[in-house]
Nanobody, 122 residues
Framework: QVQLVESGGGLVQPGGSLRLSCAAS????????LAWYRRAPGHERELVAL???????NYADSVKGRFTISRDNAKNTVSLQMHSLKPEDTAVYYC????????????????WGQGTQVTVSS
């Protein structure tokens, strides 16, 4: 069984910064995609940033130039560095691992973290 554990959410003032981290655990052989999504109150969950294995990061237009996604394949971790935060960035942020291949049992699947709250407010 694969588990994703997120950390780093909290309350920050507009213009501030936060760093979210997510660690995947289990008998993981590889992870094709690591991504961050968010769901703001009254809105659908939306993709914030993703990083494919061996590829380049991609970002939602609303966060380009402010957020940076990074991944460490050796540690099976993904981080989201957020700068110049705005009140509209307030949401629950979810870590997503797609195309996860595990060895015990041998299977391929997608997994979600439990979510971490980010609140941008003065």
């Amino acid at each position: 069984q694969v588990q994703l554990v997120e950390s780093g959410g909290g309350l920050v003032q507009p213009g501030g910064s936060l760093r979210l981290s997510c660690a995947a655990s289990g008998s993981i052989f590889s992870i094709a995609v690591l991504a961050w999504y968010r769901r703001a109150p009254g809105h659908e969950r939306e993709l914030v940033a993703l990083f494919t294995n061996g590829g380049s990061p991609n970002y939602a237009d609303s966060v380009k130039g402010r957020f940076t996604i990074s991944r460490d394949n050796a540690k099976n971790t993904v981080s989201l560095q957020m700068h110049s935060l705005k009140p509209e960035d307030t949401a629950v942020y979810y870590c997503h691992a797609g195309g996860v291949v595990t060895t015990t049992p041998f299977r391929r699947g997608d997994y979600w973290g439990q979510g971490t709250q980010v609140t941008v407010s003065s």
